[in-house]
């Protein structure tokens, strides 16, 4: 809405002044502020924070009233970790809802929502939003830890993903073809959609043509189920999606700007992409809000609403940016958690052994007597750390 209201003020303005008469316009020209990407994207940021904290008490004495508490594990499931996480039972869930709806009415009100990148990124936050939704309703329903069948969930996963990946590759605002608004451009250099790089490298590495379409389906599905399995301690996930959303908040803000994109640090620059720094801000805003009731003990937890929600916004922003392959670092909390599982069930289906205490791999550290509290604030850390790292690499020569 700020992006049209100075859109508005933009055509009086120029109106006024070629007509020499100085009307409303001038006396607000104040609201040329709204031109300004940085201006939007931080009070994106403090009215998701906002909205989060003011609705958040609401929402959890919504959900308590609802009886939508967490089903947790049995002994004969987790063992000695159903004794840990005991205290937890009845912490209502779905607070993803929060977040989600943090997101997208600040996004609504500060961003353009026309943008291609930002429409995408929006969409894709909120199927795969609803999906996790209907999931964590079957699960308070049944009270039972398991909702959708793992079958059908990858399956509207799939769907969702491909969708966002097709229109990421046929969009001609995005792609430059067909369309009088330039595509990609890595140095001086036009750079196709289908274009994998990375930042120590100054051309792309690969070309993938249309199966770019699947490689992009698997980072959202990717990511998606990797941050559905960091959040299983209070407060986990949420910490990790603020940095890695801040780390691509900065990216797209850098990726959007001809100079310090193709002059400087030579990554990939696409003029419309720069906007899509106030979703991701708008991402942080509501994650510091939700932390707010999620820390630890937690109130509420944000569950598949909140966590695929938050896996599709991030996976879809990492291709929007081109940014894909820094994802492993930028996020390599969400990758390690993924990973541990991955190679948990491939030792014991191979070898009948397990790697891990448990999986994922904060469990492993919960039961070999780290506290809850020390896995959650150290794995920030490692978060916090792997963001940098993934910002200094875009400059090393």
Known sequence: MLYWIYQYWREAFTAEKASGIEGWAHALDVLNLF????????????????????????????????????????????????????????????????ILGSVLLATLL?????????????????????????????????????????????????????????????????????????????????????????????SPLVHLGWLVIPFFAIIIIGCSNAVNLTDGLDGLATGCTITTALAYAALAYLAGHFFLASEYLVIPHHPLLGELTVFLMALVGAGLGFLWFNCHPAKVFMGDTGSLAIGGALGSAAIATKQELLLIIIGG??????????????????????????????HHFELGGWHESQVIIRFWLISLMLALLGLALLKIR
């Open 35 to 98: 031109r300004y990407i940085t201006f939007r994207a931080a009070l994106a940021c403090l009215l998701a924070f906002g909205i989060s904290i003011a609705i958040g008490p609401r929402v959890i004495r919504k959900l308590i009233s609802l009886k939508v508490g967490q089903p947790i594990r049995t002994a004969d499931e987790v063992h000695k970790l159903a004794e840990l996480h005991g205290g937890k039972i009845g912490t209502p869930t779905m607070g993803g809802v929060m």
């Open 110 to 202: 500060c961003a353009n929502p026309l943008n291609p990148f930002v429409a995408v990124c929006a969409c894709t936050m909120g199927a795969c939003g609803l999906l996790g939704f209907c999931d964590d309703y079957k699960k308070v329903k049944e009270k039972k830890s398991d909702g959708v069948s793992s079958r059908t969930k990858l399956g509207w996963q799939l769907l969702i993903a491909l969708v966002a990946a097709s229109f990421l590759y046929f969009k001609p605002e995005i792609s430059g073809l067909g369309s009088s608004t330039q595509g990609f451009v890595l140095g001086k250099t036009p750079m196709s959609i289908d274009a994998i790089a990375f930042p120590l490298f100054k």
């Open 333 to 362: 909390v969400f990758v390690m958690e993924a990973l541990s599982v991955i190679l948990q069930v491939a030792s014991f289906k191979s070898r009948g052994k397990r790697i891990f205490r448990m999986s994922p791999i904060h």
